[in-house]
């Protein structure tokens, strides 16, 4: 059997709609940071796979990779301060309990 | 710029609002509202005088005092202005009435200076679109017309004003909506292939370069558009509301003035341009249109506030008006002018009269009064002649209008049209029957409220208001075919264009 | 025949009017009053020099070589073009009907502005009763001289709005009120189908012109081009339309029912517009396009049936009122009904078209001696301060004059010889027998039964039985020479009327011939009305039962006479009921609520649609991302769906 | 055809993949979700390295799984108590998630297996040495990262500034 | 290495001294002078904006082997973003001067430039990664200031809002960009163009990665129905944060929104994405103004206010012509005016008062006639009443909107003309409140700082000029018409 670009393509999906799951069900703001990494790390998995498979002459999608991990560092490090910073406001990271405007 | 007799109509009420904007007591206001008023009616008739100069001097174009200023460059828009017979009248019209409502207004309460603030912000609209001949600009005065209504009505109206106020703009802007669409779709066919598009309505007609199915898309928008203004069934609704909230010189310029740009723009952008679509759909308007002119009258049978009785009027005499512009002759458009003519006056002459009853009793109910002819005969008989002017009595501008409508309608060569034209005299019937009633109940009989007899007759500047409506209703009725043939020339050239076609 | 004299006579009571309208409040009573007899004099005069020239100057311009009279425009000014054709033109047309009309009309008026010094003295708002009267007469005025059909559809207006200001001249008393109101809407029905049989008959002729109609009646037929509508020709439609414009001013049944309301104004507006001059404008209008409507016979046998039937009507109504106004309103309608017959059973094949003539002077004597009669009854009232015979009574003895004149208008319209009416009912008479017996005997037959109520009117205020004046507070009297000299000069004109040669000077033709008498018509109406005065006289001479006992004999039929066989209630049931209750407040309750409603509903649907879906803005992310998801997710399956499956 | 070895490595690299990201976001322990997490980023660097990107690979255990899940950690310690258990899911939102996350995975696996030339193999590729990655990312020509390089030092720059002044007490 | 290529980034460069001098001043500058630092920065900045109508900085460039582009129009855009900030930077004076923002307002001013900073490579990226590093650029940094209002509870709740659905948003926008990767092999939109060429319309996985990237850069235009966001962030960010949001973020996400969609998806405009845009305006306006209608909030009902305007603006894009690209950026211009025309005075009012609901306006202009006077202008403006500004924006956008000429944009163009009447009856509320309703504690007159006075007289004069002088849209259309 071959490891052809869907057999990387589809964990890889997998692990992106993990996520989306995660966002949709977790309670806790962390866990739902970290599923937004999970969801993150995917699309860097489709970049470099692309990359490899379809491209092998060029280094875009790795390269896109490396500054999207770049990136989700540094969304990381935003969000896991503002989280903090509501904690200390309400010693809660509950994001049920995030809301208090609607409608 | 300047030397075109035109944009002062436009820059007279700018000045004037520049003056307001200084001005510090009720006194200052007043003046300026009247003399930027009076200079606007010596205005109008210096352009009056000065077309029939011309065109007795031979001058056969289309419109006269035509020019052009570049606004909008890429997109080819123009400050074009222009007039026909039509937009004289409309022009003088407007004029009267604006100085009548001030007169009318004298004591408004309270913000007096936002109020004539609005009002001259209103009458910029209207003026602007009645000198313009560019689609673009005359929509735009169109809607600056409509805007100040709502706060002229929300702030100095009476009654259920917050709700009548809102429907009644936002049904107008409803109406421009499809409006605003149809002159953008016009504007995109306004040429032939490959020649600048242009929003002039001269060119446009010129070109004539309309899809015939593009027509039928774009003239009932247009129609609806400017036949919500004209207060045509089924769109009618914001009139009694609007009118019975607003205060009273607002009724007047409302009921006077702006739902006549209806009318004239149902003509002079719908059937002017699309004259094939409207030809061919002018039956489902001539439908409602009918309707209209029953219904209000039927309707303004049972109501008892003064307003709502006059606003159904309105509607009724209005559905007139757009009745004898889709019959697509010279004789009944001449007469649908006739009778914006004649209705914006007598209309303005009733609201304005409403108003200082309403002032003096504080109700418009007509069961809470009665034998007003005794208190106060000077608003009474005014009121009367108001009336008969209403009914169409000979001598007065409403009969004059009408039957020049109905001679005109029926000379159409459809059975339809002609069936429909006797369905739209019986309203003849009908408004004798509400203007007697009111009449009736109003004035005559005995006095009903015995603390009215301690109110007093109309006061200088009221009464200066009223006679000057009076004598224009009067002028109208006696002298008709000075204005008959104002207005007929400029359509005899065009309709001939529709007629031909047929 | 100047210009200037007819512009005059139009001018001067429209300048009257302005003058009296505008100034009056300044003026005192007296100057006004005196202001607008004399304005209306000085027509008068002109009217007659007017009236006499063209009937007997012999001018080549009234009457040609073989002595057939012309019609003659004076002048005709544009006062509204339509199209080039169809113009509304301002003139003063003068032909026999037209000259005789002018005669009648300032005669009556002026009577009328004189008598009124005397009865409305004192009243409030004498000046604007000067004002209206000035109006009203150059209304009438403009009317009969008109020269084409919408000039006098512009007076014809013009005269409706005239009486309904002096019907309501007692503005404060809502019966006046109510009854100027219903005695304007119906003559605006009525109005209604006069502007639509305008409206047909230029759409076809291209033309309102009297003249150019009426010399070329053939023209008319022939410009119809035999189109139909409904079953009948368009020309029929036309003529019956504008028919029912004369119905309604002249008070045909079954649009009658303001006549008798409109007694409600001053009485001596009741002999002026509602006895004399207006309501006979019906007749004049028929008159005056009568050779159109020899051109469709069955608009005529229309206009027969109808004044036929409204005659007989009238009649019977008249003697079963108690208020002599009414009576005599009735007898008005009668009359007027009359006029209609004679011009109904007229045809150019019968004896040189002596029903027209006979309308025509029928509505000339009638004037006289209506007015007459209605001035009589004003004088009545003015001394017993009622409308009701029942407070009248042996009243010969107080106001002789009165009664004397009162009893020359009996005669004179009960058709005993030598009195006017005699002269003209026979012609009348005559024409209708030379039509078809039936409508001879029927005539006859109202004849006798207008002798009769006259005569118990009669009978009833001046003999009778006389009430006690004294306790009242004051005894009648004669009233003071300005009324009276209108009395004694309208019943000299009622004794004499009738000697006129009116064939001479009115046919429908404008060729003049001779009336002569048909002696056993004449014989036979004179008979019958001598015989239902004979009846009147045992009846009422005297106060007895034998009234109350035929009343009860016939109970049914006098009590429907009595409420005028409840066509008020009609009337009011199809206002009421049927136009306000079932279509006027339909409409406006559809107008509210559905119309209205479906506006309103849009703004309540948006505010609905909002509160719906506020649920979508929870607060909660986590629905938020969904929502984000699935719907990109849904756009694209969508596109897919579109744009690569389908 | 591949060797055995990398066969293997695949598998066992695709159901870590698969595995750990599922268990992290089922799990109801919230340290246990972010170790889960920890798994699933070797996971992906063992995929980096099996494409033959060692540096990126190398990259994602630093960055990643080095610097990102240990702030994680830290941020879960401090705010959470120890033992701390999410709730059981409310069958409702469960539900909800499961349709989302199903829905992306029908439609982006539809939109994947609709291109066929997605079954490619993988080709041969000269290894990417340090110098070449050097070279290109800090190259102004076509396919260098250049000026990214450099807005990214600004963002990074703006997000420490952020993350300073939001975590700063006052 | 190519340093000099970088001299073709001259706003950029300038826009980063700018953010420099004022981190500089910020850091190192002793207390004392710390006071001037608001002014300090306008000026600095305000320079930097008219420095940017230099006509010297009008001219073509493509820098990095096409992964930067730099022409007149995308000059004028910017031109566009910097007034708008200015703007912004004025009215934010006074709060960034209070209490208790004092301390934090050098970090506000820093983050602020960052993200437009970011905005800038958006409109300028010609590359995907500087594409997305500039997405990120103008919103990490946003949630931040999203945070600063350190009292407010709301503040907190709408910073973790926002950075969440931002950060899920950019990873779906990323998902539809390794799509697009793996499509065509490269990022570049030249290149990327060609390839989309050769796709076809019929590509699904072209389709989807084209909703992704639709999604994710709707999510910054807030877009229905990835708008929910909007409202509650705006709700609770400070308010010259939201004005900042709603108006600069907006502005700049819809000219990157043409590029890509122009640029890189122009082959399949009319087959693919012209539908989703209609979808998406239709849902965006309708669905902006139902919600709209029952807000009490002002800093809510703007959010949906700017909701539905998004949809208008959209209309310049779903245009996809030259013109329509010119209406867009003159309707953002106005946009920018009367929109900052309304937090200006809501900012204001809540600076002075407190109070942010539409019943607290009840009676203000009784008390306070000026700020009700701009307010009412900034509403009919929003309403498109003439002779506002808003009125010739609208009318324009919808014209070139209809240039394309097809039966389905007129009846797109109708929907959108009428939900201008829900939207009217909304602004017209606003009015209401003002001038009409009574009250009997109405807000009591207070003299508004100068900087919010010069704003607001900033922002009135745009709203009475821009339209009624025509030279600005005329002039921003021959500058695209000369692309």
Same mark, same amino acid.
């Given at each position: 059997m071959d490891i052809n670009l869907m057999f990387y393509l589809i964990p890889s999906l997998i692990m992106f709609c993990c996520g989306v799951y995660g966002f949709i069900t977790r309670k806790n703001m962390i866990a739902i940071l970290i599923s937004l990494e999970l969801m993150l790390n995917a699309v860097d998995i489709n970049f470099v796979v692309f990359n490899r498979f379809l491209f092998p002459g060029e280094l875009e999608g790795m390269f896109f990779t490396l500054f999207a991990i770049a990136i989700a560092a540094a969304e990381t490090a935003l969000a896991i301060a503002i989280i903090i910073n509501i904690f200390r406001v309400t010693k809660n990271i509950d994001i049920r309990d995030l809301n208090k405007m609607k409608f | 710029m300047f030397e075109n007799i035109l944009i002062y109509f436009v820059v007279i009420p700018v000045l004037m609002l520049g003056g307001l904007a200084l001005c510090k007591n009720i006194k200052q206001i007043r003046a300026v509202a009247v003399v930027g008023s009076l200079a606007l009616v010596g205005l109008s008739i210096a352009l009056l005088l000065g077309y029939l100069e011309q065109r007795a001097a031979g001058a056969t174009a289309e419109m006269l005092y035509v020019d052009s200023w570049t606004w909008f460059a890429p997109l080819n828009i123009n400050l074009a202005v222009g007039v026909d017979g039509i937009s004289v009248a409309m022009l003088i019209l407007s004029a009267i009435i604006l100085l009548t409502g001030s007169f009318a207004s004298w004591k408004i309460d309270p913000l007096p200076k936002e109020f004539f603030l ?25 809607? $600056? ?88 069934? !089924?769109?009618?609704?914001?009139? !009694? ?5 607003? !205060? ?66 309105? $509607? ?8 004898a512009i889709l019959m697509l002759n010279t004789t009944a458009m001449t007469g649908a ?87 739209? +005299? +019986? ?18 009989? !005995? ?53 031909g076609m047929n | 025949m100047d210009q200037i004299t007819s512009v005059l006579i139009l001018a001067l009571p429209l300048c009257m009017f302005l003058l009296l309208g505008v100034f009056g409040n300044k003026m005192s009573h007296k100057m006004a009053g005196i202001l607008g007899t004399l304005g209306m004099g000085v027509t008068l005069i002109l009217a007659y020099s007017t009236a006499f020239t063209y009937f007997f100057s012999g001018s080549e311009l009234f009457i040609d070589a073989a002595g057939n009279r012309l019609q003659s425009v004076v002048f005709d000014h544009t006062w509204l073009a339509f199209t080039d054709n169809l113009v509304i033109k301002l003139g003063f047309l003068l032909d026999p009907i037209s000259a005789m009309m002018l005669v009648v009309i300032t005669t009556i008026s002026f009577m009328v502005h004189l008598y009124s010094l005397g009865y409305m003295h004192g009243e409030t708002g004498f000046q604007r009763y000067y004002a209206f009267l000035s109006l009203f007469s150059f209304s009438m005025l403009g009317l009969v001289v008109a020269t084409n059909i919408f000039q006098m559809y512009i007076f014809w207006e013009l005269v409706g709005a005239s009486s309904y200001l002096l019907i309501g001249f007692y503005y404060t008393k809502p019966s006046a009120v109510s009854a100027s109101k219903k005695a304007f809407i119906v003559t605006r029905f009525a109005d209604l189908g006069f502007l639509v049989g305008i409206l047909i008959l230029s759409f076809y002729t291209n033309t309102f012109d009297f003249v150019s109609m009426t010399s070329n009646p053939q023209n008319v037929l022939a410009s119809t081009g035999g189109a139909m509508f409904m079953g009948g020709s368009v020309l029929t439609w036309a003529l019956v339309l504008i028919f029912m414009g004369g119905m309604g001013k002249s008070a045909m049944m079954p649009l009658h029912i303001w006549l008798p309301d409109a007694m409600e104004g001053p009485t001596p507006v009741s002999a002026l517009i509602h006895a004399a001059t207006m309501v006979v404008a019906g007749v004049f209008l028929v008159a005056r396009m009568f050779p159109v409507y020899l051109m469709e016979v069955t608009a005529l046998e229309i206009v027969t049936w109808v004044g036929a039937l409204t005659a007989l009507y009238a009649a019977i109504v008249a003697c079963t009122q108690v208020d002599i106004k009414r009576v005599l309103a009735f007898s008005t309608i009668s009359q007027i009904a009359f006029m209609m017959v004679a011009l109904g059973v007229a045809r150019d094949t019968i004896h040189e078209g002596v029903g027209y003539m006979a309308s025509m002077f029928h509505l000339f004597t009638h004037a006289m001696f209506k007015a007459l009669l209605f001035l009589g009854a004003g004088a009545l009232i003015h001394a017993v301060h009622s409308n009701d015979y029942t407070s009248m009574g042996g009243l010969r003895k107080y106001m002789p004059i009165t009664h004397i004149t009162f009893l020359i208008g009996c005669l004179a319209i009960a058709g005993i010889p030598p009195f006017a009416g005699f002269f003209s009912k026979d012609e009348i008479l005559v024409a209708a027998f030379e039509n078809s017996p039936l409508w001879g005997i029927w005539m006859t037959a109202v004849a006798g039964l207008t002798a009769f109520y006259m005569f118990r009117l009669y009978y009833r205020i001046f003999w009778w039985n006389e009430p006690d004046y004294e306790h009242h507070g004051h005894v009648p009297h004669d009233a003071p020479w300005t009324m009276t000299l209108p009395l004694i000069i309208l019943a000299a004109v009622s004794c004499v009327a009738g000697f006129i040669p009116f064939g001479e000077l009115v046919s429908w033709n404008r060729e003049a011939y001779h009336i002569h008498l048909n002696i056993p018509v004449a014989a036979t109406s004179v008979i019958v009305a001598v015989c239902a005065i004979a009846l009147a006289t045992v009846m009422y001479r005297k106060e007895n039962s034998l009234p109350d006992k035929v009343a009860n004999s016939v109970k049914g039929l006098w009590t429907a006479a009595y409420n005028r066989f409840y066509f008020d209630e009609l009337y009011l049931f199809i206002t009421h009921k049927i136009i306000f209750n079932l279509v006027s407040r339909p409409i406006a309750w559809f107008d509210r609520h559905i119309i209205d409603g479906s506006m309103d509903m849009f703004a309540t649907l948006a505010h609905k649609a909002s509160g719906a879906i506020k649920g979508l803005q929870s607060g909660n992310i986590q629905s938020y991302v969904l929502i984000y998801l699935m719907g990109a997710l849904l756009i694209g399956v969508v596109t897919v769906v579109c744009v690569v499956i389908l | 055809m591949e060797s055995v070895g990398s066969i293997i490595m695949y598998w066992v690299v695709a159901i870590a993949i698969i595995l750990f990201s599922v268990l992290t976001v089922t799990t109801r322990k919230i340290l246990r979700s972010a170790t889960y997490l920890l798994f699933t980023l070797f996971a992906t660097a063992a995929v980096y390295f099996l494409m033959d990107y060692q540096f990126l690979g190398a990259v994602q255990i630093a960055v990643y799984a080095g610097g990102i899940v240990v702030l994680v950690v830290f941020s879960i310690l401090l705010t959470s108590k120890p033992g701390d258990k999410a709730e059981k899911l409310a069958s409702k939102k469960r539900a909800l998630g499961l349709l989302a996350a199903f829905a992306m995975l029908c439609v982006s696996g539809y939109a994947l297996l609709s291109r066929c030339g997605f079954f490619a193999k993988m080709p041969e590729m000269e290894e990417v040495g340090m110098k070449r990655i050097g070279a290109e990312l800090l190259s102004s020509g076509e396919g260098g990262m250049l000026l990214p390089f450099e807005a990214i030092s600004v963002l990074l720059l703006a997000c420490i500034i952020g993350g300073i002044v939001v975590a700063r007490k006052r | 290495m190519d340093y000099s290529q970088f001299l073709a980034m001259k706003q950029e460069i300038g826009l980063l001294v700018v953010f420099l001098l004022v981190f500089l001043y910020d850091t190192f500058m002793p207390k004392k002078a710390q006071n001037s630092l608001s002014a300090i920065t306008c000026i600095f900045f305000g320079l930097f904006t008219l420095a940017g109508f230099c006509p010297c900085l009008s001219y073509d460039a493509n820098a990095f082997s096409g992964m930067y582009e730099t022409s007149a129009v995308i000059v004028a855009i910017k031109n566009i973003l910097n007034v708008g900030v200015l703007i912004v930077l004025i009215q934010s004076i006074k709060w960034a001067n209070s209490e208790s923002q004092i301390m934090r307002r050098g970090e506000f001013y820093e983050l602020l430039l960052v993200t437009l900073f970011g905005m800038y490579l958006m409109i300028s990226a010609r590359h995907f990664l500087l594409f997305v590093i500039g997405l990120e650029a103008a919103s990490l940094p946003l949630a931040a200031m999203v945070a600063f209002d350190k009292k407010q509870y709301e503040s907190h709740e709408a910073a973790v809002k926002y950075i969440l659905t931002a950060v899920f948003s950019s990873a779906i926008f990323l998902m539809g960009l390794s799509f697009v990767y793996g499509l065509a092999g490269t990022l570049y939109f030249d290149q990327l163009a060609f390839a989309v060429a050769i796709e076809g319309s019929k590509s699904v996985m072209l389709i989807i990665a084209l909703i992704f990237v639709i999604a994710g850069i709707g999510f910054k235009l807030s877009l229905v129905p990835f708008h929910l966001w909007t409202a509650d962030v705006y709700q609770g960010a400070p308010t010259s944060v939201t004005a900042y949001l709603s108006v600069i973020s907006k502005g700049a996400a819809a000219f990157a929104f043409f590029v890509v969609m122009a640029q890189v998806f122009g082959a399949v405009y009319s087959q693919v994405w012209e539908w989703m845009l209609y979808a998406l305006i239709v849902l965006t306006i309708t669905i902006g103004n139902l919600f709209a209608l029952r807000q009490r909030n002002m800093k809510r009902f703007l959010a949906f206010s700017s909701i539905s305007q998004a949809g208008y603006i959209m209309l310049g894009v779903i245009a996809n012509t030259t013109g329509g690209l010119g209406s867009l950026m003159y309707y953002i211009l106005v946009y920018i005016f009367s929109n900052l025309a309304a937090f200006g005075v809501v900012a204001a009012i809540e600076n002075a008062t407190g109070k942010v609901s539409m019943d607290d306006y009840n009676g203000l202009y009784k008390t306070n006639p000026r700020l009700s006077f701009a307010m009412m202008l900034a509403m009919f403006s929003l309403a498109g009443i003439p002779p506002f500004a808003g009125f010739f924006s609208k009318f324009f956008i919808f014209t070139s909107a209809i240039e394309q000429g097809s039966i389905a944009i007129y009846v797109l163009v109708l929907i959108a003309l009428i939900n201008t009447i829900p939207s009217l009856y909304y602004y017209l509320l606003v009015v209401k409140a003002m001038f009409i309703n009574e009250n009997e504690t109405p807000i009591a007159t207070f003299k508004s700082s100068v900087s919010e006075r010069l704003g607001l007289w900033i922002c009135v004069a745009g709203i009475i000029l821009l339209g009624i002088v025509s030279c600005f849209y005329s002039s921003l259309l021959e500058l695209t018409n000369a692309m």
């Open positions: - | 609005w009002l001259i912000l209103l009458s910029i609209g209207v003026f602007g679109f009645f000198i313009t001949i560019d689609l673009f600009t005359m929509f735009m005065f169109y809607e $600056v017309a409509l805007i100040p209504m709502y706060l002229l009505i929300g702030v100095w109206g009476s009654g259920n004003k917050n709700y009548s106020a809102m429907k009644l703009t936002l049904m107008l802007m409803g109406g421009s909506a499809f409006l605003m669409l149809g002159l953008i779709g016009i504007h995109y066919h306004s040429a032939p292939e490959g020649q600048p598009l242009t929003w002039n309505l001269l060119e446009i007609a010129q070109n004539n370069a309309i899809d015939r199915n593009w027509q039928y898309f774009l003239f009932p928008m247009t129609f609806v558009g400017f036949g919500v203004l004209g207060a045509m069934f !089924p769109f009618h609704t914001w009139s !009694p509301d609007g009118h019975a909230s607003a !205060p009273t010189a607002v009724s007047m310029l409302h009921a006077g003035v702006l739902m006549k740009l209806g009318g004239y723009g149902c003509f002079r952008v719908a059937i002017y341009l699309m004259p094939e679509a409207a030809n061919e759909l002018a039956w489902i308007f001539l439908i409602l249109t009918g309707i209209s002119v029953v219904y209000g009258a039927f309707s303004a049978c049972v109501q008892t506030d003064l307003k709502y009785i006059n606003a159904y009027s309105s $509607v009724s005499h209005c559905g007139l008006v757009l009745f002018i006739m009778q914006m003519l004649s209705h914006g006056l007598m209309t303005a002459l009733f609201f304005a009269l409403i108003g200082m009853i309403y002032g003096r009793t504080h109700t418009r109910d007509i069961r809470m009064m009665g034998g007003l002819m005794k208190i106060m005969p000077f608003l009474a008989v005014c009121y009367v002649i108001a009336g008969m002017a209403s009914l169409g009595l000979p001598g007065l501008s409403g009969f004059v209008a009408e039957m020049t409508i109905f001679v005109g309608s029926f000379q159409h060569t459809d059975m339809f049209h002609r069936v429909f034209t006797i369905v739209a +005299c +019986c309203s003849i019937v009908i408004t004798a029957v509400y203007i007697l009633r009111v009449v009736g109940k109003l004035l005559l009989g !005995p006095v009903q409220d015995k603390h009215h007899l301690e109110l007093t007759d109309a006061t200088w500047w009221e009464r200066l208001s009223t006679i000057t409506l009076i004598v224009s209703v009067a002028a109208i009725g006696c002298f008709p075919n000075f204005f008959a043939e104002l207005i007929k020339f400029t359509f005899s050239e065009n309709i001939f264009k529709v007629l | - | - | -």
